[in-house]
């Protein structure tokens, strides 16, 4: 189980306890010549096992990143934990002191709540950010992946800032927002943006109907839209010592929509059926409709019900869905309709279409009852075409990571990158999937003599040739 820190060594949700720098790493195949940069990937690594029990959950572990450099064929290594106010008391004190769920409370000390920036990690306007959704972004040396302290924007922005902010290809300008503004666990919501030069535009506030876990969000040429789901957050439960957040379908589904050009003053909702989502591939304008292709479940894996029993067996089996909302229709209604029915998640695109319409998509989908995800999956949404590359038994995979073959590259011209899990060895490589042939499998394998643990999210930064 994903969220028990006390594992079993070899289970890849266990945290390794060192950082590496290793250079030439031994290469199954052959790395694409013109592939020159590098593969930053995000994810929790606890220091230590947690206060409470509660916190003995996936998401609460401290961020290291982990640093994948390609270049004419050959490939290093690095990875470094993130050094926030957190991890910092915590080496000094050598023993945890803060609780990451909850109220403040359950820490043994006050340390500056800033944070533990374990879910994703981007480059924008210069700076290699390390994000969680709950606090502003830690700015990290894209070399040595030392850290360089809280990224406020020149003291602009405060509070908490998404995981999964969008960079519009055709302004270079990044969409972001926060949830829990007005403190832990209540429904205020903000809306902003940062210019391709990293300097913060609009920042506006607007509240949701409850307070939700707002993981992702979807942003398309004219609009954004967030997605209050009901996986509730309650001051009461965290008081209680219980989990904050709990499924709660009573609260109903909300779609909140706004025109990017106007701002919240032109915010409005459309009503959903009850699901959850915590990862949107892509969203696109068409007409007077939007439409947004997103991993849905029935219920969210990972966090209990209101009244503290797990879901009903199969409800957290995630699938490919589209939406559509239609603005002129006069209804709030959201229409839905399966894209694939694979388990999966993390869904990614050629990151070049964002906000438009793709044509090519890929996730993590899992065949198997047994184990993690184990397959890639490779979409095109205009043909139908679907290829799939599985990976032996006992083996996972994490994240894809689409790679232009080039600048001027069609869209979905390329290859996947993914970090994957060795079991039967307990450590783990990197792989790269042509996209002309994902059945076939990896072109290149770059081998670790270590273990990466499950993560969450990453990013591929270019580099000149």
């Known amino acids: 189980?994903?969220?028990?820190?006390?594992?079993?060594?070899?289970?890849?949700?266990?945290?390794?306890?060192?950082?590496?720098?290793?250079?030439?790493?031994?290469?199954?195949?052959?790395l694409p010549r013109g592939m020159n940069g590098t593969l930053f990937r995000n994810g929790p690594n606890p220091q230590f096992p947690p206060l409470n029990p509660m916190e003995n959950h996936w998401f609460a572990g401290d961020g290291m990143v982990h640093a994948f450099a390609l270049r004419n064929g050959r490939a290093s290594y690095r990875n470094r934990w993130v050094r926030t106010d957190k991890w910092i008391a915590e080496r000094a004190a050598e023993r945890p002191?803060?609780?990451?769920?909850?109220?403040?409370?359950?820490?043994?000390?006050?340390?500056?709540?800033?944070?533990?920036?374990?879910?994703?990690?981007?480059?924008?306007?210069?700076?290699?950010?390390?994000?969680?959704?709950?606090?502003?972004?830690?700015?990290?040396?894209?070399?040595?992946?030392?850290?360089?302290?809280?990224?406020?924007f020149g003291g602009v922005l405060e509070g908490p800032f998404t995981a999964h902010p969008k960079i519009d290809p055709v302004t270079g300008e990044l969409v972001f927002f926060g949830y829990s503004v007005g403190g832990p666990l209540t429904p205020g919501m903000t809306y902003g943006t940062i210019g391709s030069d990293g300097r913060p535009g609009r920042v506006e506030r607007f509240e949701a109907p409850y307070c939700s876990m707002v993981h992702d969000f979807a942003v398309t040429e004219r609009h954004v839209l967030f997605p209050i789901l009901p996986l509730s957050g309650s001051l009461a439960r965290a008081e209680a010592g219980q989990m904050p957040y709990a499924w709660e379908p009573d609260l109903g589904s909300h779609i909140g929509v706004i025109r990017r050009d106007r701002g919240?003053?032109?915010?409005?909702?459309?009503?959903?059926?009850?699901?959850?989502?915590?990862?949107?591939?892509?969203?696109?304008?068409?007409g007077s409709k939007i439409v947004a292709d997103v991993i849905q479940y029935d219920e969210p894996p990972l966090f209990p019900r209101a009244d503290g029993q797990p879901s009903a067996p199969g409800a957290t089996r995630g699938r490919l869905v589209r939406w559509t909302l239609d603005l002129d229709a006069g209804t709030d209604a959201l229409k839905r309709s399966e894209l694939d029915g694979m388990n999966g998640e993390f869904p990614r695109l050629d990151e070049r279409r964002?906000?438009?319409?793709?044509?090519?998509?890929?996730?993590?989908?899992?065949?198997?009852d047994e184990g993690w995800l184990d397959t890639l999956v490779w979409l095109d949404f205009v043909s139908g075409q679907r290829a799939a590359y599985t990976l032996p038994a006992g083996d996972a995979v994490s994240e894809p990571v689409f790679v232009p073959r080039g600048p001027l590259a069609a869209e979905g011209d390329g290859w996947v990158l993914a970090v994957v899990w060795r079991g039967g060895e307990r450590r783990s490589d990197l792989i790269v999937l042509d996209t002309d042939a994902i059945e076939r499998g990896p072109v290149a394998t770059v081998q670790l003599p270590h273990r990466v643990p499950f993560g969450f999210h990453g990013n591929w930064v270019g580099h000149p040739a």
Not at 264 to 286: G, I, T
Request: net charge negative; with cysteine; proline share 5%.
């Open 1 to 30: 189980m994903p969220n028990d820190f006390n594992l079993d060594p070899d289970d890849n949700f266990a945290p390794i306890d060192r950082g590496y720098g290793l250079a030439d790493l031994r290469i199954v195949g052959d």
């Open 354 to 368: 964002a906000g438009l319409r793709n044509r090519f998509g890929t996730f993590a989908g899992k065949t198997r």
């Open 264 to 286: 919240v003053a032109s915010l409005r909702w459309f009503r959903a059926e009850n699901c959850y989502v915590f990862h949107v591939l892509n969203a696109w304008d068409e």
């Open 97 to 152: 002191l803060v609780a990451v769920f909850g109220d403040a409370s359950c820490s043994d000390i006050q340390v500056p709540d800033t944070g533990i920036a374990n879910t994703n990690i981007i480059w924008h306007g210069g700076r290699l950010l390390a994000l969680e959704e709950a606090h502003l972004p830690f700015e990290l040396d894209p070399a040595t992946l030392a850290t360089r302290g809280v990224q406020s």
